[in-house]
């Protein structure tokens, strides 16, 4: 299973970060456009490589979700907060990369999980 070497890439980098590093490890896993909407990006170059909102896009969430009660880092899975944002476009129309108002949505949606988890806190604090 190609998430299962993900996952295994994961605990490799998380035990390099604490044991050699001496910092904790998140890991955030945000979606593409195609994952969350149809509206996104219609002149991608992308277009046709892959079922938009299809059966499969979500296997990764579902994943990593799964992975959550056992991985000895926290995984922050981003997917209902871009699912439940009404900021519009976060996309570039040509290019399916965030644009200013999709990096910006990122940025204070991974700082509000950081403010409500005081675990994550004062673990980068200590640095």
């Keep these: 299973n190609l998430f299962d070497d993900i996952y295994a890439t994961l605990l490799q980098i998380n035990a390099y970060c ?21 509206k996104e990006s219609p002149g991608t170059w992308e277009t046709g490589g892959f079922d938009v909102m299809g059966p499969y896009a979500l296997e990764n969430f579902r994943y ?31 290019d399916s990369h965030w644009n200013k108002k999709g990096a910006e949505f990122f940025a ?18 200590r640095q």
């Design 18 to 38: 604490l044991d050699t590093l001496h910092a904790p490890f998140i890991t955030l896993v945000p979606p593409r456009h195609w994952q969350y909407t149809d």
């Design 64 to 94: 990593f979700d799964s992975k959550k009660p056992e991985a000895p880092f926290p995984i922050i899975t981003l997917l209902n907060d871009f699912q439940k944002t009404e900021q519009f476009p976060l996309n570039f129309k040509e």
């Design 108 to 125: 204070e949606t991974v700082s509000g999980y950081l403010e409500k988890n005081a675990s994550f806190s004062r673990a980068i604090t």
